[in-house]
């Protein structure tokens, strides 16, 4: 019979934690990431989220200088905290800073 190349499921519910999870693993991800913050800036309450070089996989158009942001480069993702139609409209409205950019605005 020919071998299959599919990967195997995992035995257990969807969702549930496996025995082996590197928890430890998650947290120093987190701490290199860096945390959640909120900064106000000209009176507006923004969450920013800053993203490692590790986990900067696609090129945004830094809405500061108007130059992109490669892959690779450490920046920072920052949408309004106060977002008038609710977390998930101001979460998909986000935009991506070069650091000093952020820094300047």
């Given at each position: 019979?020919?071998?299959?190349n599919r990967p195997r499921r995992?035995?257990?519910?969807?969702?549930?934690?496996?025995?082996?999870?590197?928890?430890?693993a998650d947290g120093l991800a987190?701490?290199?990431?860096?945390?959640?913050?909120?900064?106000?800036?000209?009176?507006?309450?923004?969450?920013?989220?800053?993203?490692?070089?590790?986990?900067?996989?696609?090129?945004?158009?830094?809405?500061?200088?108007?130059?992109?942001?490669?892959p690779g480069v450490a920046h920072?993702?920052?949408?309004?905290?106060?977002?008038?139609?609710?977390?998930?409209?101001?979460?998909?409205?986000?935009?991506?800073?070069?650091?000093?950019?952020?820094?300047?605005?």
């Open positions: 019979m020919p071998r299959s995992r035995s257990g519910r969807r969702g549930e934690r496996h025995e082996g999870h590197d928890d430890e987190r701490l290199r990431d860096g945390w959640r913050r909120t900064e106000v800036r000209r009176g507006v309450e923004w969450t920013v989220q800053p993203i490692s070089r590790e986990r900067a996989a696609k090129t945004y158009r830094c809405p500061g200088c108007g130059n992109d942001i490669e920072v993702a920052a949408w309004r905290a106060d977002g008038i139609l609710g977390d998930a409209s101001a979460l998909a409205d986000r935009r991506h800073w070069h650091n000093h950019c952020w820094r300047i605005a």
